[in-house]
Structures are given as C-alpha cells and as structure tokens.
C-alpha cells in the first residue's frame, strides 16, 4: 500500500511538472501572439508602439490582477486587492523591466514619455495618500475609476494628433507570412486585432496553468502556504507581463516592453483599485501602509528619474532593482 502511495504521489508530480511547462509554453506563444500583432496595429495605425503598449498590451497583461483582485472581493476576502495591486506593480518594475533590461539592456527610447511618467507617478502617490486612512472607499474609487478613462482619452487624442509620423520612425516588424502581407490593410487590422485578443486569451491559460502546476508541486514537496502565497501567487500574476516583456525585448520593441509597465502599473491603481473601491470598502493593513507602499513609490520614484533624465535602462540598472525585488520578496516571506 505503502509502495502504491509513493508511485501514485510521483506520478502526480510528474503530471505536475509537464502541465507546469506546457503553462510556461503557453505563455510563450501568447506574448509572441501579443507583441507581434501589437506591433503591427501600431505599423498600420502609424502611431507609436509605446502608445499600443500604454494601452492595449498594458490593459491585456494586466486583466490577471483585476480577475484576481475582483474575485477576492466578490468571496470577501477584499483585503487580497491592495497586496495584489502593490505587488504587482512591484514586481513589473523589480522583476519584469529589470530581468528584461538583464537580457537586453534598452538604448534610447525615442518616444517622449515625460507625460506617461508623470501620470504613473501622480498616480502612485494619489494611491499612497487615499490609503493613509487605512481604507479606500467609493468617492476615492470613483477619483481613481475617472483618472483611468480621462488618461486613455488624452493617450487617444494624443496619437490622433501624432498621426502623421513617419514609417520610418516605427520599427518594422517581420511577420514570416507572405499571405499575410499580401492582405488589405483593413484585412490585416482584422487579423491582428484577433491576434492581440488570442495573445492575451492565452496569457491568461498559460499564467493560470503555470501558477496552478507550481502551487500544486510546492504542495508536494512540503512548502508551507504561506510561502506559496507570498511567492509563487504573486509572481503568477506578473507572469504575462514578465512573458511579453522577453518577447519584446527578443524582438528589440523596447517601448513596447517600456509602454507595457507603466501602462500596467498605471492600470493597476486607477483601472483595478478604482472601480473594485467604488463597490467594496477596500481595507490596507498597517504593514502594508508603511512597507509595501514605500517600497512602490521608491521603485516608482527611481523609475522616473531613470527613464526622464536618460530614456534608457542599462544592465546595472537592472541587476540592483532585481536584488532589490529579490531582497524585499525574502525580507516579506521572514516577515510573514
């Protein structure tokens, strides 16, 4: 019996660990899916990459975190919103930009972002200062649900402005299908348009299976939950960002990888926090309010100066806000 149990225990996490990398391949091809067909709408529209990677690919990436946070609300456990936010924002400037910015270090950005920076970071400290009472309620929802939709209009109204820049100043992207070039222009909006709702669909399965697999395997060999929840569920959350930031930096679209954190990052407290506190009296735990947050805000802080003084990251950039990532996800599990 004994014997059965073991063999029946290693075949579960045998099971385990294949639908962990099918998860992991999932997400490859959802963030090629994305970031491909991204690049082509902004190719076709002859808008900037950065402006589809503030919105489109920001607000596809970050649907994970609003699923999270909004289910966690529906079943009470409200709480869950605030760290997931904060988390998350964390981890797409301490992991995401900074493991990308690893790989592939990012030159020059030729948008001008100075606008986009100052919204994420009026943003951030918005968020900061609503949660100094300890709770976000509906009018604090409805401030943030309206910066949402005020930023997408004057990011809209701004590439409508910006419409007649040249081909040249938008890096082509290769699409390896000559059916696909040989198509109208309506055709392919067509096509890529399903292309970017597929790479996000995706996404979702493939960070889903990917954090469902490694929860179960850590379950296997004995990691306590608390360790999961700090860990592993939280870095799931980050896993389309993090998935589509190497894509984007494999394909050298560095302001689409750019435009994806701080649209992300912007998304999260304004698109997520806003509508979720204009329903449900969002609570923030005191460790939360003089840890977390300050953690956010310095990254955030960093990030701005970073990107508005020189409009590039390089490897040591990178290298200290991922040991700093690395440092504040050991100190929260000594903590916990």
Same mark, same amino acid.
């Given at each position: 019996?004994?014997?059965?149990?073991?063999?029946?225990?290693?075949?579960?996490?045998?099971?385990?660990?294949?639908?962990?990398?099918?998860?992991?391949?999932?997400?490859?091809?959802?963030?090629?899916?994305?970031?491909?067909?991204?690049?082509?709408?902004?190719?076709?529209?002859?808008?900037?990459?950065?402006?589809?990677?503030?919105?489109?690919?920001?607000?596809?990436?970050?649907?994970?975190?609003?699923?999270?946070?909004?289910?966690?609300? *529906?079943?009470?456990? %409200?709480?869950? +919103? /605030? $760290?997931?936010?904060? @988390?998350?924002?964390?981890?797409?400037? =301490?992991?995401? !930009?900074?493991?990308?910015?690893?790989?592939?270090?990012?030159?020059?950005?030729?948008?001008?972002?100075?606008?986009?920076?100052?919204?994420?970071?009026?943003?951030?400290?918005?968020?900061?200062?609503?949660?100094?009472?300890?709770?976000?309620?509906?009018?604090?929802?409805?401030?943030?649900?309206?910066?949402?939709?005020?930023?997408?209009?004057?990011?809209?109204?701004?590439?409508?402005?910006?419409?007649?820049?040249?081909?040249?100043?938008?890096?082509?992207?290769?699409?390896?299908?000559?059916?696909?070039?040989?198509?109208?222009? *309506?055709?392919?909006? %067509?096509?890529? +348009? /399903? $292309?970017?709702?597929? @790479?996000?669909?995706?996404?979702?399965? =493939?960070?889903? !299976?990917?954090?469902?697999?490694?929860?179960?395997?850590?379950?296997?060999?004995?990691?306590?939950?608390?360790?999961?929840?700090?860990?592993?569920?939280?870095?799931?959350?980050?896993?389309?960002?993090?998935?589509?930031?190497?894509?984007?930096?494999?394909?050298?679209?560095?302001?689409?990888?750019?435009?994806?954190?701080?649209?992300?990052?912007?998304?999260?407290?304004?698109?997520?926090?806003?509508?979720?506190?204009?329903?449900?009296?969002?609570?923030?735990?005191?460790?939360?309010?003089?840890?977390?947050?300050?953690?956010?805000? *310095?990254?955030?802080?960093?990030?701005?100066?970073?990107?508005?003084?020189?409009?590039?990251?390089?490897?040591?950039? =990178?290298?200290?806000?991922?040991?700093?990532?690395?440092?504040?996800?050991?100190?929260?599990?000594?903590?916990?």
């Amino acid at each position: 019996m004994e014997v059965s149990c073991i063999q029946w225990n290693f075949f579960d996490m045998l099971i385990e660990v294949v639908l962990f990398f099918c998860g992991l391949g999932l997400l490859y091809v959802g963030a090629e899916l994305l970031v491909g067909s991204a690049s082509r709408i902004a190719l076709l529209l002859k808008v900037a990459p950065i402006v589809v990677g503030l919105t489109v690919v920001a607000f596809g990436t970050s649907s994970p975190e609003f699923l999270v946070s909004f289910i966690a609300a *529906v079943r009470g456990q %409200i709480d869950v +919103s /605030v $760290g997931n936010i904060v @988390g998350s924002n964390i981890a797409n400037i =301490g992991l995401v !930009l900074a493991f990308s910015t690893l790989l592939r270090p990012i030159r020059r950005i030729k948008a001008n972002i100075r606008e986009e920076l100052i919204w994420v970071l009026a943003a951030t400290l918005l968020f900061w200062f609503f949660a100094w009472d300890n709770v976000f309620v509906w009018y604090e929802g409805a401030v943030m649900t309206l910066g949402i939709f005020l930023f997408t209009g004057i990011l809209i109204r701004q590439s409508i402005r910006d419409r007649n820049l040249s081909l040249e100043d938008v890096p082509p992207v290769e699409t390896r299908w000559h059916w696909l070039d040989r198509q109208t222009k *309506v055709m392919k909006m %067509i096509l890529f +348009s /399903v $292309g970017v709702v597929a @790479g996000i669909t995706v996404l979702a399965w =493939g960070s889903r !299976l990917t954090i469902d697999s490694a929860v179960s395997i850590a379950r296997h060999l004995g990691v306590s939950q608390i360790v999961i929840g700090l860990t592993m569920v939280a870095f799931g959350t980050s896993l389309p960002e993090l998935a589509t930031g190497i894509i984007s930096v494999a394909k050298k679209e560095n302001e689409i990888l750019v435009g994806n954190v701080i649209g992300s990052n912007l998304f999260n407290i304004l698109g997520v926090a806003g509508p979720i506190a204009l329903f449900f009296k969002i609570p923030v735990r005191e460790h939360a309010l003089v840890f977390d947050f300050p953690v956010m805000m *310095v990254f955030t802080v960093l990030l701005f100066i970073a990107l508005w003084v020189y409009k590039s990251l390089n490897r040591l950039f =990178g290298f200290l806000f991922f040991a700093a990532y690395i440092f504040y996800i050991l100190y929260t599990i000594w903590a916990g």
